[in-house]
Nanobody, 115 residues
Framework: VQLQASGGGLVQAGGSLRLSCTAS????????MGWYRQAPGKERELVATFAIGGTINYADSVKGRFTISRDNAKSTTYLQMNSLKPEDTAVYYCVADNRIARRYWGQGTQVTVSS
């Protein structure tokens, strides 16, 4: 499985961005897609995941501001990020799990929120 993410950029605090991630390759075995992020000097952390059964999981820090969605026909997941804060600045990574729980990572896309 290969993951191609896009949509990062520079935005002012309070603004919005939408990230996209499209899976290719053995995409029919994907059971979960989602997003992690890593800020400078910090560990990588979960942002949001969307499992094939419809279960959605958000980090507490983004609840009410971020929305994850999936287009299964396109093997694409989206992360709509609203009310962005400077602390949301990070490299955002797309992830996908297959049926045997192997995790694939995308290349990362930079999100920078200026104050």
């Amino acid at each position: 499985v290969q993951l191609q993410a896009s949509g990062g950029g520079l935005v002012q605090a309070g603004g919005s961005l939408r990230l996209s991630c499209t899976a290719s390759g053995d995409r029919f075995r994907i059971t979960l897609m989602g997003w992690y992020r890593q800020a400078p000097g910090k560990e990588r952390e979960l942002v949001a995941t969307f499992a094939i059964g419809g279960t959605i999981n958000y980090a507490d820090s983004v609840k009410g501001r971020f929305t994850i969605s999936r287009d299964n026909a396109k093997s694409t997941t989206y992360l709509q990020m609203n009310s962005l804060k400077p602390e949301d600045t990070a490299v955002y990574y797309c992830v996908a799990d297959n049926r045997i729980a192997r995790r694939y990572w995308g290349q990362g896309t930079q999100v920078t929120v200026s104050s």
